[in-house]
């Protein structure tokens, strides 16, 4: 099973900069399945990114992802008041063991 | 627009039952491949079980094979998570999600998610 370590764990940062979470995976797999979610306080997961670098639909462009080897990031250009929330990465297929990162929280 | 509502969930015995309840609307449901994600309280996300589009076939989660089992019923536009044998450790808000492919096996990418329900297990 692919196990991914997201880091930091919080990131403590102010609207209008910039945020890079990393994501990184136990053992190497395709880009293509590799996506990102938000999380606010009591509400559902919001699809940002998948297939490593593809913005989901309605998602600015201030979102962007990348990957190199087993080495995923999340890259918000400036932050906007409402970016502050909890981010998770997350393997997809092929192997229907679908497995998310512990979650990085941007506050 | 997607829409899914959850609903069924509430406070349960260990080893008791429970079956919660997805509807679904604005999409092709009978085209679109389904899942079950959940979420213990303070905690992170985890996956649970996945049905194709015509709900022939179905994988889970280790935690759950043999207890849960995922189903849908295409006229009604409905999931199903029907959790046997539950556990302390099932607590957890569950909440149904739309993979963003309609391939199989599944892509596992969610691209739409209900509101949740919350499943409690305790004595």
């Known amino acids: 099973e692919i196990v991914l370590t997201q880091s930091p764990g919080t990131l403590s940062l102010s609207p209008g900069e910039r945020a890079t979470l990393s994501c990184r995976a136990s053992q190497s797999f395709s880009n293509n399945y590799l996506a990102w979610y938000q999380q606010k306080p009591g509400r559902a997961p919001r699809l940002l990114i998948y297939g490593a670098s593809n913005r989901a639909t309605g998602i600015p462009d201030r979102f962007s992802g990348s990957a190199s080897g087993t080495d995923f990031t999340l890259t918000i250009r400036r932050l906007e008041p409402e970016d502050f929330a909890v981010y998770y990465c997350?393997?997809?297929?092929?192997?229907?063991?679908?497995?998310f990162g512990p979650g990085t929280k941007v506050d | 627009q997607v829409h899914l509502v959850e609903s069924g969930g509430g406070v349960v015995q260990p080893g008791k039952s429970l079956r919660l309840s997805c509807a679904a609307s604005g999409f092709t449901f009978s085209a679109s491949v389904m899942h079950w994600v959940r979420q213990a309280p303070g905690k992170g996300l985890a996956w649970v079980a996945v049905t194709s589009y015509d709900g022939t076939n179905e994988f889970y989660a280790d935690s759950v094979r043999g207890r849960f089992t995922i189903a849908r019923d295409n006229s009604k536009n409905t999931l199903y998570l029907q959790m046997n044998s539950l556990r302390v450790e099932d607590t957890a808000v569950y909440y149904c999600?739309?993979?963003?492919?309609?391939?199989?096996?599944?892509?596992?990418?969610?691209?739409?998610w209900g509101q949740g329900t919350l499943v409690t297990v305790s004595s």
């Open positions: 997350q393997q997809c297929g092929p192997s229907p063991q679908f497995t």
């Open positions: 999600a739309k993979d963003l492919s309609s391939g199989w096996p599944p892509l596992g990418t969610f691209d739409s």
